[in-house]
């Protein structure tokens, strides 16, 4: 009781402080030093904010900095979606992976316009940090490899490049050897007795998902069921969802880099364009596009 007051009599004197002496707005908000700490503390907005370093006296750095430090921080989110959605799919919950496909939906289209933080770079800019890069590439990130690994798209080399960096050696590692996302889809048809063969639903995790005649008739199964209570449809098509949003930040990606630096070597040792090029052209949950054809 003796809280409920206290807790009482602080609101009454956060309403007093806003209403401010007379002709200024009654809902101004309160701003005092504890609040602003409060704020600082939970977001750790001086941390964030000191982690852009630019390199080099180009304006345009810290442009660059900053769109990829958000677009690992969004990463980060769309990993925490799609691991959500793929736990609740190994737990037959339908509904709650169509929400958390829902939520990254939503992440993946801010991923997606990031890129637009970076459309005014131009090719003399860009040239003018590009050597402060050094080997350094968007290929080398840990997170982006993550939800590469989680589309399927497994590598062992790749984790074995971040083998010094503990953590997220660990982490990948660990992804490596878990189902994916579309894995534990294609489970969840074989448990309610769609042909999806054994040999795909219990696969070696670890090497990438090839595509398979197979799975595409159980989706065709799938879509034939048109009732609206077939969730299985909902999934299929909340997963296509997902997969053409992979398919637009590459495609952003690949326009950026041609944008800014034309068809030259990228910075991590790769063929630049071509190999974006390569990976924009890659289906995400193949037989999801090509059952389309015979429908």
Same mark, same amino acid.
């Given at each position: ?66 769109? !990829? ?24 919950? !339908? ?201």
């Amino acid at each position: 009781m003796a809280m409920t007051a206290s807790y009482d009599n602080g609101r009454s004197a956060v309403r007093g402080a806003a209403a401010g002496s007379a002709g200024e707005p009654q809902s101004c908000p309160v701003l005092g030093a504890d609040e602003a700490a409060a704020y600082t503390d939970y977001v750790h907005t001086e941390t964030l904010l000191s982690l852009q370093r630019p390199r080099t006296g180009e304006p345009a750095e810290l442009d660059f900095i900053i769109a !990829t430090q958000v677009m690992e921080l969004l990463f980060r989110l769309v990993r925490h979606h799609w691991e959500a959605a793929r736990d609740a799919l190994e737990a037959d919950d !339908t509904g709650s992976a169509l929400a958390a496909l829902r939520r990254g939906a939503g992440t993946q289209d801010v991923l997606a316009e990031s890129w637009g933080l970076l459309a005014t770079l131009t090719p003399a800019e860009f040239d003018r940090f590009r050597d402060a890069l050094g080997v350094a590439s968007g290929v080398q990130s840990a997170s982006y490899r993550q939800l590469e690994f989680l589309l399927g798209n497994k590598s062992a080399g790749m984790a074995r490049a971040h083998e010094d960096l503990p953590l997220a050696h660990a982490e990948l590692e660990r992804a490596l050897a878990e189902p994916g996302l579309y894995d534990a889809a294609l489970r969840l048809l074989r448990r309610r007795g769609l042909p999806v063969p054994r040999e795909v639903a219990e696969r070696d995790w670890r090497r990438p998902y090839a595509a398979d005649p197979r799975v595409g008739r159980a989706w065709a199964e799938v879509y034939a069921d048109e009732r609206p209570e077939n969730d299985l449809l909902r999934l299929a098509e909340a997963l296509l969802d997902t997969a053409e949003r992979v398919t637009r930040w590459r495609h952003r990606h690949l326009m950026a880099v041609k944008r800014a630096m034309g068809a030259k070597p990228g910075t991590g040792g790769s063929s630049g364009l071509d190999w974006l090029a390569r990976n924009a052209a890659q289906d995400v949950f193949p037989e999801l596009w090509s059952l389309r054809t015979d429908v």
